[in-house]
């Protein structure tokens, strides 16, 4: 299983999801518009539908399951995960489950387009 939210999905989600390929099928965990409210404080760009209908037409993703912002052992065990293969950002969670944090992909982010995107629309609007 790869855990992600993918507010705005970009390569390094794609990169991800390609690293995880190489352990057999993925299963995505998405993260939930509900919890994105809840734990970043805004509502994604695309909706928890919309990201799900991108992520599932990924060669080698054969399941998108909606997740909490924290993943559990209690919802890999329910899920059946063998491996959970995340950013480098997450490399102090522990389960009983094996993980693999691989780097993350330098300069982007869904928070770096975010913003990007908020200063181009600022100065097209200050004109």
Do not use: C
């Amino acid at each position: 299983m790869v855990d992600m939210s993918a507010t705005l999905i970009h390569h390094g989600h794609i990169r991800l999801i390609k690293n995880a390929k190489k352990y057999g099928d993925v299963i995505i965990g998405l993260t939930t518009d509900k919890q994105i409210r809840k734990f970043k404080g805004y509502s994604p760009e695309l909706s928890f539908k919309y990201r799900k209908e991108i992520l599932s037409e990924i060669k080698g993703v054969k399941k998108v399951a909606p997740s909490d912002w924290l993943i559990t052992q209690k919802y890999l065990d329910k899920h059946k995960i063998d491996i959970l293969i995340s950013g480098g950002d997450y490399r102090d969670r522990k389960f009983k489950t094996k993980t693999i944090n691989f780097k993350r992909t330098k300069a982007i982010s869904s928070t770096i387009l975010r913003k990007k995107a908020s200063r181009i629309l600022k100065k097209k609007y200050e004109k």
